[in-house]
């Protein structure tokens, strides 16, 4: 549990920095008129739709995928709690 934990904020942690460069990119565009690059606008918009597929997955898993498998085991509810 600790491991899909830390996985889940290490997810998180790329999409927030993936979606504050592409405002970064968004800045420079609208306050200098700065010629953007649509196929790197692009890049980050697929790869933040990949990470929030990914996120959402992973927190299936640490909310009803590993509770469920631990319950089959045998494991106390306490122990997925620390």
Same mark, same amino acid.
């Given at each position: 549990?600790?491991?899909?934990?830390?996985?889940?904020?290490? /997810? $998180?942690?790329?999409?927030? $920095?993936?979606?504050?460069?592409?405002?970064?990119?968004? #800045?420079? #565009?609208?306050?200098?008129?700065?010629?953007?690059?649509?196929?790197? /606008?692009?890049?980050?918009?697929?790869?933040?739709?990949?990470?929030? #597929?990914?996120?959402?997955? $992973?927190?299936?898993?640490?909310?009803?995928?590993?509770?469920?498998?631990? #319950?089959?085991?045998?494991?106390?509810?306490?122990?997925?709690?620390?």
């Amino acid at each position: 549990m600790r491991e899909a934990r830390a996985e889940l904020a290490k /997810l $998180k942690d790329q999409r927030q $920095k993936t979606q504050e460069e592409y405002e970064n990119i968004l #800045r420079q #565009r609208n306050l200098r008129a700065f010629q953007v690059d649509p196929q790197k /606008l692009d890049t980050l918009t697929a790869k933040m739709t990949e990470l929030d #597929r990914l996120i959402a997955e $992973k927190e299936t898993q640490i909310s009803t995928t590993i509770p469920n498998e631990a #319950r089959r085991a045998g494991v106390p509810p306490s122990v997925l709690s620390q």
